[in-house]
């Protein structure tokens, strides 16, 4: 199984910038497909954005797109998501996670009723502050 550690949450004003990595530790995730989650304080998580084992392809919760990108690079055993235009909303507990390879994953809204089932492996998440 693969450990995986997110960083580079911290405090951050509404409409700027931050940067988030999760590393992959163990086996390589070259060949899984990876989400980023967040879950905000009383509220359920919810999927933020997607991304294919390739990297090829990504998908994006509709309250983050055009705001967040999500990419990958396999060499170095890391996801990112580039979050941009900070809003309040967006404060929460952000979580790093693999799909399990061999689970079908019709859509994103999919995603949201199945989540266990599809994803197998979660970081410990850090912490994003969107200040008003």
């Known amino acids: 199984q693969v450990q995986l550690d997110e960083s580079g949450g911290g405090l951050v004003q509404a409409g700027g910038s931050l940067r988030l990595s999760c590393a992959a530790s163990g086996r390589t995730f070259s060949n899984y497909r990876m989400g980023w989650f967040r879950q905000a304080p009383g509220k359920e998580r919810e999927f933020v954005a997607g991304i294919s084992s390739s990297g090829g392809n990504t998908y994006y919760a509709d309250s983050v797109k055009g705001r967040f990108t999500i990419s990958s690079d396999n060499a170095r055993k890391t996801v990112y998501l580039q979050m941009s235009s900070l809003e309040p909303e967006d404060t929460g507990v952000y979580y790093c996670?693999?799909?399990?390879?061999?689970?079908?994953?019709?859509?994103?809204?999919?995603?949201?009723?199945?989540?266990?089932?599809?994803?197998?492996?979660w970081g410990q998440g850090t912490q994003v502050t969107v200040s008003s």
């Open positions: 996670a693999r799909a399990d390879r061999t689970v079908i994953i019709s859509s994103t809204a999919d995603i949201a009723c199945n989540v266990h089932h599809i994803f197998d492996s």
